[in-house]
């Protein structure tokens, strides 16, 4: 198990299950670790340390472990987000330009996670969206299913850490809707019928 440094996030999906591929719903976020933090970088190293553990603890014999490796693969638990690609073959980055210099690690759990402000409060109502910060906590474990087996993570608890610009031009920030700038008031005197 392992908390991660405060990390912006992605397609948080913290208080309501959504499914993905027609899969069963689930909890889950998308963590992006700044390859030129070093303590985002150190944070992955134990985070793909942990995943190793428990690849070798359940296929102890080398020749049966899953082919597919912790990181550098597009279907491995840690993705790089300038080189992996989607089911289609389009780059990530392509589709989500801010992943550009991180590596991606997602979470999910069958349980709503734990959510907590940054003074451990419980969160009642969910303030997270993709491109806020959140702290993590994860534990990596081995999966099982038919032919799929791995290792991935599962998504205990989210501390909402800060506010930062959302992705995709989703909603701007409170500074940026109400901070004091003008409202257009004084150029009512020079008011034109703007539909005329």
């Not at 793909?48 to 597919?68: F, G, N, S, T, Y």
């Not at 969910?126 to 791995?150: E, I, L, R």
Request: net charge negative.
């Amino acid at each position: 198990m392992l908390t991660t440094p405060a990390v912006r996030i992605s397609y948080p999906n913290v208080f309501e299950a959504h499914a993905i591929s027609g899969g069963k719903p689930k909890y889950s976020v998308v963590m992006m670790f700044n390859k030129q933090d070093p303590e985002h970088m150190a944070a992955l190293k134990r985070l793909k340390a942990e995943a190793q553990a428990v690849l070798e603890q359940k296929w102890p014999d080398e020749k049966k472990r899953p082919r597919i490796p912790i990181s550098g693969h597009d279907r491995s638990p840690i993705k790089d987000g300038d080189k992996a690609c989607d089911q289609q073959g389009i780059p990530l980055v392509e589709k989500n330009e801010e992943y550009a210099g991180h590596y991606l690690v997602r979470a999910s759990t069958d349980k709503r996670p734990v959510a907590v402000a940054k003074d451990k409060s419980e969160l009642l109502e969910d303030p997270f969206y993709g491109g806020c910060w959140a702290k993590v906590n994860v534990n990596a474990y081995a999966y099982q299913k038919d032919a799929n087996q791995g290792v991935t993570f599962g998504l205990n608890g989210i501390m909402f850490w800060a506010d930062d610009e959302a992705f995709g031009g989703g909603r701007p920030s409170m500074d940026a809707m109400f901070g004091g700038e003008s409202d257009g008031s004084e150029d009512a005197a020079n008011y034109d019928d703007p539909l005329a």
